[in-house]
């Protein structure tokens, strides 16, 4: 693969590239589904391919070919380099620039005891059963549990002589109940929504989530939900647990901290930003309890690597540090533009993805003390948990998120279960309003599969991590 | 041999690389590429070219499936032997309904000579096009255009096989407190106007400088084709696929033959209507069969899969999605609403006192049962006043329901509009829906966001 990569770069340059790199990937990826103690999907895809990337009179090209030959290699690259050469036929307002990067030549494996591609299916298919026999419950009508696994490697080669191979291993799975009645449906899941969370590691993951010891609990939550009450309208205090934290994190802070959405080139689909170049260093982003950090080295971090699609090396970077605006996340062409050393965020979503400004793992640090001291603080106010609806504007400003589940706080302790809980706020507005966070005991990472970006479209496999956290004045129970 | 061919060639290789009591194998090629601009750059040009088999082994009710982009014949074998594993680690499947017979289907259109052979520079050239007709602001979007093959191959007897062409051009026109939005979609590359679709997002866009704050309200609204298709697709996502209803999520479950919407509303599924992006089969092989899903506001059906038509006595519609997706349901990738009779000004002047909305960003559905969808408006939303569209407004915040808003609508548009739904990810498969644009007496805004422009 590495000389594969080498060759289509060095056929890029010949017709006429000034830079080019190139990534040959192979991708093994297996899907297990159960759904009322019946297997719904048993899948087991493979896909390999190289993307070549070019520069040629500074406009980009890309092209991919299936083939992991000397001709697919050679064949992306001048289909590439002809792409570029069309695009740049008229000229355009900007001219690529790549900031200076050493040229890198390393390798990288996850650490992990199991590879989770090895994992029989049958061992699998157990897994998910025995959870959904833990959810058994009279009032549950659809229980559902899956796991999956993947193997990847990646090489890559640039013009500027970098050489990589890193070889990334992951795994994932989660439950979920759902419960209805009367016109109503509820859901509970663990460990969290949307599939469940996933990690850079072998099958260990896997078994410490221990989805079957939280099957009760989730269906008994499900059913319980159908009689709760729902969410009151008002504004108040509210705590949100670690994962809704984590999808609070990615959406109001990671994609806005995304330089090619502060640039604009994402306008038209995923959006721009409300940060502006200038902000770095003096955006009040939040109270001075907020400290936010980009780890690509993070242990079983979905955005962990050695180097990033651009052949940067892996490196932790401050985001926000006591509330104000200090990094974001870009690659070699942002940080020409930017002026400072920002990059190290690129990643492709395959062979035949150009790669793009992403997040890697983007943390929360945490705060000092329990859960329970967050709640000691709150005479009246709503606690929040696992993410069921997402939705922020364009700028990354206005959001609406709902929970699946909420419990009122009285007098410090939690009380009546609610249901179909949601809130909304400003970004910066909201983070002003973090008032506590608790400490690392109480800190999660989850790890999702799913953030769509780029035309045409990417997924990202990015991580979080995130400890519950306090917030004063906040607008909750927004329905229609 | 043509592409077609070639497709089909390929799944019936990959169908007797395989043994089992059952095998399908299904066939995805495509070529397309994308002139991604931004900043009125073209900046993110990708081509692609891949081909792809998914392979179904059922061995004594156990069912599993392998795929992969290795088509040759050690690729296929291994991925064979993948499947066959697949099932024999399965345990028998009691609902799984047998692959489907052999079945003809439809002769649909869909396929450009002319759009499967554009070539990159042509591709890069019609974006430059809708570039310089935008000289006053920074256009963003795309011009693609792709060729995609489908074949179906089983040891029932399916051999189907389709082409199909389809392209798009998306532009949206912004700068510093501006921006407009338009596209066009066709199967027929040449009949896209990129200059027209540019021109239109920056007349859009020079109306939306000094925007202004709208309150929460209940209010009427005109609903761009563009938007309503949006809604229209997460509301057609989480209700009118037969999986959701068969397990009451859906809002139509216990709805079917119940007028729940304005008598003016009729809503079809056509894979075979040329003025969509049509489809003769589903991913099983199953001809497509158009489905009249509400009918003068009367909700008649929704859209079937071998599986869940097996589980509710019925026959399969045709709109299975591939393994392993099939575990969402089914869905309808051809949706068609009639038109009404009125042009948008005059929907405007029935809505009288409301706001005017011309796309919609980042949805999400809030409840499923209640067909309860939340999403800002961007790139283009007014204020109307007294029967006229006055001002620009911020992006808003909605949380509206979407069988309220077409529960009591003030009129439809009479020219239609096909709304590309697919942003392309994984393998290329275009989808998109025809609408007219809508009035209505109902849509909730909840909050105010961010004003227009970059």
Same mark, same amino acid.
């Given at each position: 693969m590495r000389d594969l990569c080498r060759h289509a770069v060095d056929a890029a340059v010949a017709s006429g590239a000034g830079y080019a790199d190139a990534r040959a990937i192979t991708r093994r990826a297996q899907d297990v589904s159960t759904k009322n103690r019946q297997v719904e999907t048993?899948?087991?895809?493979?896909?390999?391919?190289?993307?070549?990337? !070019?520069? @040629?009179?500074?406009? #980009?090209?890309?092209?991919?070919?299936?083939?992991?030959?000397?001709?697919?290699?050679?064949?992306?690259?001048?289909r590439a380099a002809a792409f570029a050469r069309a695009s740049a036929s008229r000229g355009g307002k900007r001219r690529v620039e790549l900031a200076p990067a050493p040229a890198r030549q390393g390798e990288y494996q996850t650490p992990g005891h199991r590879d989770p591609i090895d994992v029989p299916l049958a061992e699998k298919i157990e897994v998910c059963l025995r959870a959904e026999e833990a959810m058994s419950h009279r009032d549950v009508e659809i229980t559902e549990a899956s796991v999956r696994a993947q193997r990847e490697e990646r090489a890559f080669a640039s013009s500027e002589g970098a050489d990589i191979f890193q070889k990334f291993y992951e795994c994932g799975g989660g439950i979920s109940s759902l419960a209805i009645a009367d016109g109503r449906v509820q859901t509970r899941s663990y460990p969290s929504s949307h599939g469940g969370s996933s990690a850079q590691a072998g099958w260990e993951y896997i078994e410490s989530l221990g989805l079957d010891g939280e099957?009760? +609990?989730?269906?008994? *939550?499900?059913?319980?939900?159908?009689?709760?009450?729902?969410?009151?309208?008002?504004?108040? &205090?509210?705590?949100?647990?670690? /994962?809704?934290? /984590?999808?609070?994190?990615? *959406? $109001? !802070?990671?994609?806005?901290? =995304?330089l090619d959405r502060v640039y604009g080139t994402e306008a038209a689909y995923a959006g721009t930003s409300f940060l502006k170049p200038e902000d770095l260093g003096s955006l009040r982003y939040g109270s001075d309890l907020m400290n936010i950090t980009a780890d690509p080295t993070t242990p079983q971090g979905l955005g962990t690597f050695a180097f990033d699609d651009e052949g940067?090396?892996?490196?932790?970077?401050?985001?926000?540090?006591?509330?104000?605006?200090?990094?974001?996340?870009?690659?070699?062409?942002?940080?020409?533009?930017?002026?400072?050393?920002?990059?190290?965020?690129?990643?492709?979503?395959? #062979?035949?993805?150009?790669?793009?400004?992403?997040?890697?793992?983007?943390?929360?640090?945490?705060?000092?003390?329990?859960?329970?001291?967050?709640?000691?603080?709150?005479?009246?106010?709503?606690?929040?948990? &696992?993410?069921?609806?997402w939705s922020i504007d364009d700028k990354r400003l206005n959001f609406q998120f709902g929970t699946e589940i909420a419990w009122e706080i009285k007098r410090g302790k939690l009380g009546r279960m609610l249901r179909d809980a949601t809130y909304t706020g400003v970004t910066p507005v909201f983070w002003g309003s973090l008032d506590a966070l608790a400490g690392p005991d109480e800190w999660r990472m989850q790890g999702l599969t799913n953030c769509g970006k780029g035309q045409p479209g990417q997924h990202a496999h990015v991580s979080h991590g995130a400890p519950p956290a306090r917030f004063r004045d906040v607008q909750v129970g927004v329905r229609s | 041999m043509s592409e077609s061919e070639r497709a089909l060639d390929v799944a019936e290789r990959a169908r007797r690389?395989?043994?089992?009591? *059952?095998?399908?194998?299904?066939?995805?090629? *495509?070529?397309?590429?994308?002139?991604?601009?931004?900043?009125?750059t073209v900046h993110q040009p990708t081509l692609i070219e891949d081909e792809s088999v998914t392979i179904r082994v059922v061995r004594d009710g156990r069912v599993g499936a392998s795929s992969t982009n290795r088509t040759d014949d050690d690729g296929l074998r291994a991925a064979a032997k993948r499947a066959g594993e697949a099932a024999d680690n399965a345990p028998a499947d009691p609902a799984f309904p047998g692959l489907p017979p052999a079945a003809e289907a439809p002769a649909v259109e869909g396929f450009d000579e002319e759009t499967a052979a554009l070539a990159p520079e042509e591709q890069a050239a019609r974006a430059w096009t809708a570039i310089e007709a935008a000289p006053r602001h920074g256009l963003y979007g795309y011009f693609t255009s792709g060729a995609?093959?489908?074949?179906?191959? $089983?040891?029932?007897?399916?051999?189907?096989?389709?082409?199909?062409?389809?392209?798009? @051009?998306?532009?949206l026109a912004a700068s510093d407190g501006e921006s407009g939005y338009a596209e066009a979609t066709s199967w027929r590359a040449g009949e896209l106007d990129p200059a027209a679709v540019a021109s239109e997002a920056a007349e859009k866009a020079i109306r939306t400088r000094d925007a202004a704050a709208f309150e929460a309200a209940v209010c009427r609204a005109v609903l761009e084709p563009y938007a309503f298709a949006e809604l229209l697709w997460y509301f057609a996502f989480s209700s009118l696929g037969a999986l959701s209803l068969l397990e009451g999520r859906s809002y139509l479950a216990e709805r079917i033959g119940e007028r729940c919407f304005d008598p003016s509303f009729t809503l079809r599924d056509d894979g075979r209507d040329a003025r969509g992006l049509p489809k003769a089969f589903d991913f099983e092989g199953v001809p497509k069969e158009p489905v009249t899903l509400v009918e003068d506001g009367v909700v008649r059906d929704v859209v079937w899969d071998r599986r869940t038509a097996a589980r509710a006595?019925? /026959?399969?519609?045709?709109?299975?999605?591939?393994?392993?997706?099939?575990?969402?349901?089914?869905?309808?990738?051809?949706?068609?609403?009639?038109?009404?009779?009125?042009?948008?000004?005059?929907?405007?002047?029935?809505?009288?006192?409301?706001?005017?909305?011309?796309?919609?960003?980042?949805? %999400?559905? !809030?409840?499923?049962?209640?067909?309860?969808?939340?999403?800002?408006?961007?790139?283009? &939303?007014? +204020?109307? =006043?007294?029967?006229?569209?006055? +001002?620009?407004?911020? %992006?808003?915040?909605?949380?509206?329901?979407?069988?309220?808003?077409? /529960?009591?609508?003030?009129?439809?548009? $009479?020219? !239609?509009?096909?709304? %590309?739904?697919?942003?392309?990810?994984?393998e290329r498969y275009p989808y998109a829906s025809l609408v007219p644009a809508v009035a209505t007496e109902t849509f909730t805004i909840v909050g105010s966001g961010s004003g227009p422009g970059l």
């Open positions: 048993v899948s087991d895809a493979e896909s390999a391919g190289i993307g070549v990337r !070019v520069l @040629v009179d500074g406009a #980009w090209g890309f092209a991919c070919d299936r083939r992991l030959t000397d001709d697919g290699a050679r064949d992306a690259a001048l099957g009760p +609990r989730v269906a008994e *939550e499900a059913a319980a939900l159908l009689r709760a009450a729902p969410c009151p309208a008002g504004v108040t &205090t509210i705590v949100l647990d670690s /994962e809704q934290m /984590e999808l609070q994190v990615h *959406e $109001s !802070v990671g994609h806005p901290t =995304e940067v090396p892996a490196a932790r970077q401050p985001i926000v540090e006591a509330g104000v605006l200090r990094g974001f996340l870009g690659s070699r062409e942002t940080s020409a533009v930017l002026g400072t050393s920002t990059g190290g965020s690129m990643r492709a979503d395959g #062979w035949s993805r150009m790669p793009l400004v992403r997040m890697t793992n983007l943390h929360l640090e945490a705060g000092e003390g329990s859960f329970e001291d967050l709640l000691a603080d709150v005479d009246d106010g709503i606690y929040l948990a &696992t993410n069921k609806s | 690389a395989a043994s089992g009591d *059952e095998i399908d194998a299904l066939v995805h090629l *495509e070529r397309s590429g994308f002139a991604r601009f931004a900043g009125s995609t093959d489908i074949a179906v191959a $089983s040891s029932t007897g399916i051999a189907a096989s389709q082409s199909m062409t389809d392209a798009t @051009v998306r532009a006595g019925r /026959e399969s519609t045709g709109h299975a999605l591939a393994a392993p997706a099939q575990a969402h349901g089914p869905l309808p990738f051809n949706l068609v609403v009639e038109p009404g009779d009125a042009d948008v000004d005059e929907l405007v002047e029935r809505v009288d006192d409301g706001i005017y909305v011309t796309r919609l960003h980042y949805l %999400n559905i !809030v409840d499923p049962r209640e067909g309860l969808i939340t999403g800002m408006t961007r790139d283009g &939303t007014f +204020r109307i =006043e007294k029967g006229r569209v006055t +001002r620009p407004l911020v %992006n808003l915040r909605f949380t509206t329901s979407f069988p309220a808003l077409v /529960e009591r609508l003030l009129g439809l548009s $009479s020219d !239609v509009k096909l709304v %590309n739904l697919s942003d392309f990810y994984d």
